[in-house]
Nanobody
C-alpha cells in the first residue's frame, strides 16, 4: 500500500505560480503511472496531467502552463502550476494508478481574479 501526501497549495492571484508536491510513503520506483487530478467546487474530479512511463499527457486547458515531473530518489511527484487562472481553482490530488490505486488527501489551490 502506498500512501500519498500532497502539499504546496495556497491562494494566489491570476498569473501567479505554485508548485505542488506529492510524497509517497514507500518506494515509487515500481510505480509506472502517476497523475494529478483536481476537483473544483460543484464539479467532478478531472485529470490534469499524468506520467505513464516516459509518456506525459496534459488536459488542453493546462497545456503549456503546468509541468508534471517526478523524482524517484525522493519518492515524489510534482506539478508546477504557472500562469494560474481562476478556473484552476480546486483541490488537487495525487494518484497512483492500479495496481497501487492510491489517492492523497488533496491540497487546495485558490486563484483570485
Amino acid at each position: 500500500q502506498v500512501q500519498l501526501v500532497e502539499s504546496g497549495g495556497g491562494l494566489v492571484q491570476t498569473g501567479g505560480a505554485l508548485r505542488l508536491s506529492c510524497v509517497a510513503s514507500g518506494n515509487i520506483d515500481g510505480i509506472d503511472a502517476m497523475a494529478w487530478y483536481r476537483q473544483a467546487p460543484g464539479k467532478q474530479r478531472e485529470l490534469v496531467a499524468n506520467m505513464i512511463g516516459n509518456n506525459i499527457k496534459y488536459i488542453d486547458s493546462v497545456e503549456g502552463r503546468f509541468v508534471i515531473s517526478r523524482d524517484n530518489a525522493k519518492n515524489a511527484l510534482y506539478l508546477q502550476l504557472n500562469d494560474l487562472k481562476p478556473e484552476d481553482t480546486g483541490v488537487y490530488y495525487c494518484h497512483t494508478y492500479p495496481p497501487f490505486n492510491s489517492w492523497g488527501q488533496g491540497t487546495q489551490v485558490t486563484v483570485s481574479p
